[in-house]
Nanobody, 129 residues
Framework: QVQLVESGGGLVQAGNSLRLSCAAS????????TGWFRRAPGKEREFVAAIDRAGGEYYADSVEGRFTISRANAENSASLQMNSLEPDDTAVYYC???????????????????????WGQGTQVTVSS
């Protein structure tokens, strides 16, 4: 069974940090793009960050400079370090893994939800003002 399990969400005040983790089983993350998406209340799910097989990092403009994505190949896991959190970051955050890809991805590929065929159940992040 392929499974992604997120953890690390919670309630924080604006300006603080959280670190989300994504543990994978049944699939090797280093062979694929790993992405983070989020769905805020009343909004569509949107791209947040991704890392491709080569280690290239991609970010949404809204989180560039505040969030950092990483992958631990030995642990088959990925993380999203979120600093300087803002109330607009409040959302359910989802980890996703793509189908097997080339070594280098494109921004168009990593930002498209259709590129990912495995999703976690999500973890809630709430940022209070």
């Amino acid at each position: 069974q392929v499974q992604l399990v997120e953890s690390g969400g919670g309630l924080v005040q604006a300006g603080n940090s959280l670190r989300l983790s994504c543990a994978a089983s049944g699939r090797t993350l280093s062979d694929r793009v790993t992405g983070w998406f989020r769905r805020a209340p009343g909004k569509e799910r949107e791209f947040v960050a991704a890392i491709d097989r080569a280690g290239g990092e991609y970010y949404a403009d809204s989180v560039e400079g505040r969030f950092t994505i990483s992958r631990a190949n030995a642990e088959n896991s990925a993380s999203l370090q979120m600093n300087s959190l803002e109330p607009d970051d409040t959302a359910v955050y989802y980890c996703a893994a793509s189908r097997r890809t080339a070594f280098y991805a494109t921004r168009a590929y990593v930002t498209a939800q259709s590129s990912y065929d495995t999703w976690g159940q999500g973890t809630q992040v709430t940022v209070s003002s």
